[in-house]
């Protein structure tokens, strides 16, 4: 338990180092985003209840992944059974994703309190694409899952780049630059009788009764399954220590 | 027996079509500083990571403490292995690293650690990739001596050192382990310089032990033999000789045996010079690819 406990401070004491880094550089670049609104005078900007969720999703996904091997390596060099390690980073990344809702939740905060005086149009994004009354639960369970749903898969590929190298990546990368070429005209070209997306849209929880809550569990299921995967990866993984690791 | 602490039993790891240890048995005791010798290959990083959990045996046993060591927390509790290749986070800064590794070894010393930190002179302020490759290996030795765990494996702890630098690694080991007595184990190529703290040395090649005994027994096990030729061939044709070579007119033998006083005072009143091999020669004739010298 002690080991355990550990490994937990480790993972995330590291993980909020970077975070507040990262909040700290959003909201400079927030602040100057608003101070160029004011030299321009423009009366008619609008700005977004979710404009903190894209950066922070594609932050945490790079970060969890990069941060995999160096950390499943020191935490295997200090006598570390595998499954404490991969139990110690399930904890971890979920309380990093509590943690990632509490720093989107207050940036929003910051950035609310400094437009709302100068009457900008604000638009909720999730309450456009859900078509209904939001609450609190509903925005934290779908902030939450969501956080949880990248962390889980982003800790899946750092396990597959950790077990087959370099080459994991490349072939991922390049899956996932070909999926943006052919993906979207899938999604057209059939129009609303299209499976693919049909399925988006179920994933996604769009054109759904408390379609907020199906997204959830549909986030909430990913996280899972990516983590047992990971789990199985993981605890079977020899040590590879690469020159600059 | 009671001293035992570490046990393998016919140990095997095969990578691909490589047998990099096979059938490797070997008892360890308690508070001895064990050499792990052999050439490069030999197997010796494959043992240490197998001990460790860091990779898995084909088939075997290892039993730490009595128990079955293989993904044990209460075994691997009890390890502290410093390896030769870098497993450190690169921008995790030394005095970070020290204080995380301080909280995985109950027997962690930090006055120690910056007691050694100040001695070996390693700058705390300094990130892991900023280091040299000889200060790499002094953080390495730091925590791996501050963490006073029951077992210390060094894996190549001298590389990128000075001699001076080394010299007070000797040192230290030796002045901790007297005051800590616990076993320690040193995988290294520099063995010349190393025998002396070494209270047992393991031979390995090709993937199996050839040797473990004491270094005193070790030294004693082989002896060079000279003289001229005739009285060689004559004299040593019913000793064990593993290696010969001609210096001149002067025929040089390697006896693999141990040498009692009878046999001493026989060769010398032969006129053949009887001297000891440095255990780095001894070395190079255990593991001769061309040899099959073996110590029981």
Redesign the interface.
Known sequence: MNRLSNCIKFETKKATKSTLIFMLFLLVFYTLSIVLTLVEHSNNATYSSMGFFMPFSIFLFINVSISYTPHYNFLLMLGNSRKTIMFSQFISYFIIAVGSVIAVALLELISQAMFKPMHFNYVNLLNIVYRTNLTFVSTVSWYLTLFMAICFFSLFLGAMRYKFGKIFSRIFWAAFALSWIFIPPLLMVSGNKSNLLNFVKYFFGVDYNNGIYVASANFLIVAIIFGIITYLIGIKQEMIVSEKN | MNDMILETANLTKTYKNVTALNDFSITLEKNKIYGLLGRNGAGKTTLL?LL?????AHSGDINIFGENAV???AA??K???M?E??????KMKVKEIIA??S???ENFDMNYADKLCDKFKLSKGKKYHELSRGYESILRIVIGLASHSPITIFDEPVLGLDAAVRDMFYKELLEDFIEHPRTIIISTHLIEESANIFSDIIIIKDGKLISLTSTEELRESMFYCSGREDIIDRVLSDMNVIHTEMVGSVKVCVVHQKLEASELKRLQDENLDVSPIPIQKLFIYFTDNDKEATHE
């Open positions: 990571n460790t959990s860091r990779i898995f993904e044990s927390e691997l509790s390890i502290c292995y390896p290749k870098n497993m450190f986070i690169p995380t590794s909280e995985f070894y």
